[in-house]
Every structure is written in C-alpha cells, then in structure tokens.
C-alpha cells in the first residue's frame, strides 16, 4: 500500500471512531424527573388508575382526569421532598418574659384578630396584643411584645397563639396564653410567615410544616414543585396545592401526608395565578383564591370551592380589571360568575364548609374596603352595602354567619372596628383604636 492510501485508510478509521463515540454519548441519562407542572394535568403520584367518566361538575369547574400510568416498569415517585427532619428556623429569639407589660389602654394600627366567641377575642399591632370581652368595646392590652404581631390564633377563650416578626427571614417567634391572655409564655418558633393553625394543643400546621409539640419542633411536609403561592394542610393526611403549567394551574391534593398528589382541578387560563391562598373547614374542603395581575391600582383574582374533596368545583367569583387583566380561569368578558366588591382582594375568611367571608379594596376609591359573603357554600354570593374608610389590610374575624368582626386599618389614620349580629344587615363602628404613632 502505498503512503497516499495508508493516509486514506488512517483517516476513514479515524472518522468512524468520532462516529462511534458521538453516538455512545448520546445514549445515555434519557430520563426525565417528573414535577408537578406540565402544559396539561401535571404528573402525580397515585394508586388509582386513569378515570374515564365524564366531569361531574359544570363546565366552568370540573375536575381533570388522573393522568394515564407510565409505561415504565419502575414505581412511579410521589412528587414532593423528603420530609425534612430539621427545619431551619429562627436561633434563640427574644424570650416573652423580658416583654413590658405597662399601660394596658394605649394601642395603634391593627394588624391580627381573633374571635373566641362573639364576646371574647384578641387583637394585635405593632408592640401590643389586646383582648375584649364585651364583644370589641373596650380592649385590654395584655402584652407589650417588641415586635409587631403577624397572626392571632385561638381555639377558645382561654388557649391562643401569636405569630411575632422578629425579622428573621427563617420564621416568626410563637408565643401562647392557657389562661385568657393573663399570662404569654413562649412556644417557639413557626418556620413560616404564612397562615397557621393548630388542631389540638401540640399541633399545629403553617404552609408545608406540621409541629406535634406546640411549635418547638417543625417538619417540613412534601409538597409538589412549581407551586403558586403555599399548601395548606388540613391535618396531618389532608392537604392542598396548586401549582402552574405552560398554559394553565392546576389544584391537587395529598390524602397521605404530602407523600403523593393528585391532580384533583385543572384549567386553562390566559393569565397563571402568581398566588394562591387556601383554606379548609374539614378534610374534603378546600376554599382556593387564585391572585393575578396587577396593574392601575387593580389585581385580578378568583375563588373556588369544593366540599368533595375535589370531585367537583364551583367556581365562586371571579375579579378581571382593565388594569390587572383577567382573573385566572376565566377570560375578560365573564359574566356568569359573580364579582366581588373592589378592585383588589381583601381578607378571605372561611367559617365552616358553607359560610366565607372576603374582602375587596380599592385603593383609588375614598372608601376602599368592602366585603361580601356567601352562606351555601358558594352557589350564591352577596356583596354587602358598607365601604369604609382605611387603605391597609383589612383583619376579618367571624364566629358564624351573623356574628362578623371587621376591622379596617391605615397606617395614618386610626383603626376601625365594625360589628355585625345579623350577617352584614346592620353593622355598630364599636371601637376605634388609637392613632398610629409616627
């Protein structure tokens, strides 16, 4: 052979081993991990097999099909975390003990409430927590804590929690009273800044963590990905997440402790919720507030509701604004689904499975807070008459669905309590707070 053709013959060999090896390259790691988003049902964990029958709620609302099993021979995997043993939450806060106690009559702007009973509750702000038993007239403060006072959470007259903000992006300062507010004592810590809420008198839930010693501890709970705003754990089996895909959300549910999700509600929507604020009144009940856009002093928003642990859906109002866009799962021009006061979501408030409360808020208007009701459920929604004054969050508090607390906030100007014995017919200004200092 001579040295023209060995070159040859060296070079062909050469370009078939480039071949050789691209091609191995390209054979491996051709899995996919699933998460909780898709541009249709996102995948879930579930031992139940597709469905097929045909949606037993309006069309408006109903409920996606499981998604079909994979054709892979491995376990499907819940999505969702591990539960993470230790939670990393706020070192050594301030103890209770070292807070004042002092004057017990000068307050400020109101940033918590909470009703025992239509008599008996508890409000909070900045450096104070206070307690009314004559149904909201005249307000005792019981602590001077240093910091402002996020939530207050009661399951009767005599055991309550609050939330502090100890400005630690880890979590808030948990403190509890066992006998009426007499006495504050220190819990913990909640490794959240989200809603929370105790079931018994060791647990307590707050987003994806669960405490089984009053807040001492937390474990973080598994979740999906992709998720618009928080989940909400009902109790340590129940839980509810919504979570974003390419064209539209979709809201799941957990029966298991977070260790698989099922896509319970999906829907197309031009607009993907940027929040979601849930809450239940029992393990099959689910209250779901969808925020949107903003813009012009205007954020769309919907809610939803179900009492059958997501078979069906009934969509409860839905607040489009030329400026804010449409609410998520509905398009401009709906009319068919009630609209609430406003042109911003309020404070939503869930009493039991039939009775919620949400507020509206304009921020343009001279009076911006209003707020409406529905008693069955959702089927039928009412906007009340009133529209107070105050342009900071609103801090709703009900017992049932005539017994209403409602108290409008500003950062300027006095805070102000409105009462209700009669479901939003009437209402008695009951008390006004002091003027915020500064």
């Known amino acids: 052979m001579n040295t023209a053709s060995r070159f040859r013959w060296t070079a062909w060999l050469l370009g078939l081993s480039l ?26 964990a579930s031992s139940s097999p597709p469905s097929s029958a045909p949606a037993e709620s309006s069309p408006a609302a109903s409920p996606s099909a ?12 819940p999505i969702g975390s591990t539960p993470n043993p230790t939670v990393e939450v706020p070192v ?10 002092g004057d017990t009559r000068t307050t400020g702007a109101v940033y918590a409430v909470r009703m025992a009973d239509p008599q008996t509750g508890w409000t909070g702000g900045d450096g104070w927590i206070a ?14 804590p240093q910091f402002r006072v996020l939530q207050i959470f009661a399951l009767n007259a005599n055991k309550a929690w609050a939330t502090l903000d100890i400005g630690d992006k880890r979590g808030a300062k948990l403190i509890r009273t066992t006998d009426g507010g007499k006495t504050w004592t220190d819990a913990g810590v909640v490794p959240s800044y989200g809603f929370f809420h105790f079931v018994s008198d060791k647990e307590a839930f707050s987003s994806r963590f669960r405490t089984t010693d009053g807040g001492k501890t937390w474990t973080a709970l598994p979740t999906p990905g992709k998720l618009a705003g928080e989940a909400y754990f009902h109790d340590a089996a129940n839980g509810w997440a919504v979570t974003n895909g390419t064209k539209g959300f979709s ?10 999700w099922k896509t319970v509600f999906t829907r197309d929507s031009i607009v993907l919720p940027t929040d979601a604020i849930i809450r239940s009144a029992g393990k099959n009940d689910a209250w779901v507030e969808l925020v949107g856009n903003a813009g012009m002093s205007q954020r769309s928003y919907s809610l939803f509701h179900t009492t059958d642990g997501g078979k069906t859906w009934q969509p409860v109002v839905a607040n489009s604004g030329a400026g804010s866009g449409p609410a998520p799962g509905f398009a401009m021009d709906e009319n068919k689904v009630p609209r609430n006061g406003g042109s911003s979501p309020g404070t939503l408030y ?7 409360f949400l507020g509206g808020q304009c921020q343009a208007c001279d009076n911006p807070n209003t707020l409406g009701k529905t008693t069955d459920g959702g089927k039928t929604w009412k906007n009340l008459t009133p529209q107070y004054p105050g342009y900071a969050p609103q801090q709703i508090a009900a017992t049932d669905a005539d017994h209403v607390w409602w108290i409008n906030a500003d950062s300027v100007e006095p805070s102000r309590m409105y009462v209700t014995s009669d479901g939003g017919k009437h209402w008695t200004l009951t008390h006004t707070f002091d003027k915020p200092k500064g």
């Open 19 to 44: 071949l050789l090896a691209a091609a191995g390259c390209t054979g491996g790691n051709t899995s996919h991990s699933g998460d909780a988003s898709g541009t249709g049902s996102p995948p879930v």
């Open 350 to 356: 869930v009493v039991n499975t039939r009775v919620a």
């Open 66 to 77: 499981s998604p079909p099993a994979a054709s892979s021979p491995a376990a499907p995997k």
């Open 251 to 260: 809201i799941l549910r957990t029966t298991d402790g977070g260790q698989s």
């Open 131 to 144: 307690r009314t038993t004559d149904g909201g007239k005249h307000w005792t403060v019981q602590l001077r």
């Open 92 to 101: 050594n806060p301030p103890p209770v003990s070292k807070d004042l106690k």
